[in-house]
């Protein structure tokens, strides 16, 4: 049965001759400006996700995209599209699916009907297993899977970092009121930037997966009278 053809390069706004570089800089570009979670147009976002997501699905998969290639003058053939003699694409799949987008902040999951994919790509590629290249873009199957790494900042008085310490740090998940404690061990000698690592910790694992790593990022409180340049400790004394 002929389905509508989809330009695939033409949706992630590339050439035909794109690297993978290019190929892969364009998907994050707009993935990153349609994501539902952050676009005004919450359903008109969610649409043109899930085309970009798919042409990365294709093109970001050296042998989807070598098939996808050798369709070559039948992709404008009209009253739909069917595929050449021989073609070794794929089957239809139907099932469900969601995607999931992770961050610093933990994770944001949205569905979508049915697989997320078009007719198109159900035909000549099956259902897919999608890709996993910008911060946990991509279809996902029905296992296990582990949480999400969460970061937060921690501000660090410049005597702490110095001898270390023990302290007991409240932190609030984005979209929850709930406040948990954690005691957290301040190493001696830390500096600006470095993670402390609370294992297990960060967002919940989903079907009896594990969760994932709570890193908390030190941020060097600003000392009255000490400046903190690498490993050096600087104390400026006006001489007359």
Known sequence: MPVQFRDYYETLGVSKTATDDEIRSAFRKLA????????????????????INEAYEVLGDPEKRKKYDQLGADWNRPGGFQPPPGWQGGGQQ????????GGDGGGVQFEFDGTGFSDFFEAFFGGG??????GGFGRRQATAERGADVEADIMVPLEE??????????L?????DKVENYQV??????????????RGQGQAGTRGGKS???????????HPDFTVEGSDLI???KIE
């Open 32 to 51: 990153r400006k349609y994501h539902p979670d952050v676009a005004k147009d919450k359903k008109a976002a969610e649409e043109k996700f899930k085309e």
């Open 94 to 101: 139907p099932g469900g699916g969601y995607y999931q987008w």
């Open 129 to 134: 297993r999608g890709r996993s290249a910008f």
């Open 161 to 170: 970092a110095l001898h270390g310490s023990t302290r007991t740090v409240s």
């Open 172 to 176: 609030r998940r984005a979209g929850s």
């Open 185 to 198: 061990k301040i190493p001696r000698g830390v500096h600006e930037g470095q993670r402390i690592r609370l």
């Open 212 to 222: 994932g790593d709570l890193f908390l990022r030190v941020r060097l409180a600003r």
């Open 235 to 237: 104390h400026e004394v």
